[in-house]
């Protein structure tokens, strides 16, 4: 196997392109895959800004989740074999031929699931478990609530929730066309909040119980408001800006939880536990197809840089995908 391969190099007020560059080892917990697709994720576009460093140990390269074949086997790995079809969660490395991630970060690719869709799956689902299911603890008959209804995240929230037995889902959405989209996935109610105030129209769904946000800003403040007595709201990003002046005392009077989380820096043995919950309570979702990856694009690797320019655009609805398949 060579010692050097091709991934996508970036550089500072550069396009993305493809280079030649060493091909990471794979240590006694890892395997090597041999990536055929990978997903692209608001994360990149962050790091590529140079605010969102890789975790110490991982890849300078972008790439947060990939699908391929298992090239290689740690020597303290007992369940995988080389040539399995596996999805897997990455701390970097994604967007090149191959990359060495821990064992503990690995799915199964279902009987039938092409590349491209199996790359759409980790992150989002891994992010969905970590943060509505696992730190606000959305119970069966609950009220969700998730803004950014149609990007990789909320297309997936909104499956694994109807799949979980949430009582109401709504979403918020930029445009008729996304609320459409959301809607067809199982969301009960879809605000597009171009149109009407969002806080409005869930205050008369009766409120949330919990909330995903991803925009920050004056939604925080809004989000308190929308939310029932014992809610819980948890941010995974802040698209609109981190900085916020609040009044809390809704917070308190509510007794909310407002919190936050983010999925790469975590341990090694956190990500295997949500890994492990996924598996147990929605795998056999996506097996079945009840729970679908939601594409939108799939770009060949010497087109990263317009499949960024396409995510930062915000018009796309699901994932948006490199594919070794299409370079």
Known sequence: MHKTMMAVIAETDQPLKLG??????????????????????????????????????????????????????G??????????????????GGYAEYTAVHHGSLFAIPDGMSFEE???????????????FD????????TLLVHGGTSGIGTMAIQMAKYFGAGKIIISAGSD????????????????Y?????????????????????????YVQRNITAAKIGGRICNIAYMSGHKVELN??????????????????RPIEDKQRIRDAVLAGFWGGVKTGAIKPVIDTVY????????????????????????????
């Open 20 to 73: 030649e560059v060493p091909r990471p080892d794979c240590g006694p917990e890892e395997v090597l895959i041999e990536i055929q697709a990978s997903g692209l994720n608001r994360a990149d576009l962050v790091q590529r800004q140079g605010f969102y460093p890789p975790p110490a140990g991982a890849s300078d390269i972008m790439g947060l989740e990939c699908s391929g074949v298992i090239a290689e086997v």
């Open 75 to 92: 020597s303290a790995v007992r369940e995988w074999q080389v040539g399995d079809r596996v999805c897997a969660l990455l701390a970097g």
């Open 118 to 132: 199996a790359a759409a799956l980790p992150e989002v689902m891994m992010t969905v478990w970590a943060n509505i």
């Open 135 to 142: 730190r606000c603890a959305l119970r069966p008959g609950e």
């Open 177 to 192: 066309e996304k609320c459409a989209a959301a809607t067809a996935l199982g969301a009960d109610v879809a605000i597009n």
């Open 194 to 218: 171009r149109e009407a105030d969002f806080v409005e129209v869930v205050q008369a769904e009766g409120g949330a119980d919990v909330i995903l946000d991803m925009v920050g800003a004056d």
């Open 248 to 265: 809390l005392m809704p917070l308190m009077r509510k007794r909310l939880i407002l919190t936050g989380t983010t999925l790469r820096a």
């Open 300 to 327: 060949p690797y010497d087109q990263a840089d317009a499949a960024q320019a396409h995510l930062s655009n915000g018009g796309h609805i699901g994932k948006i995908l490199l594919s070794r398949a299409q370079s």
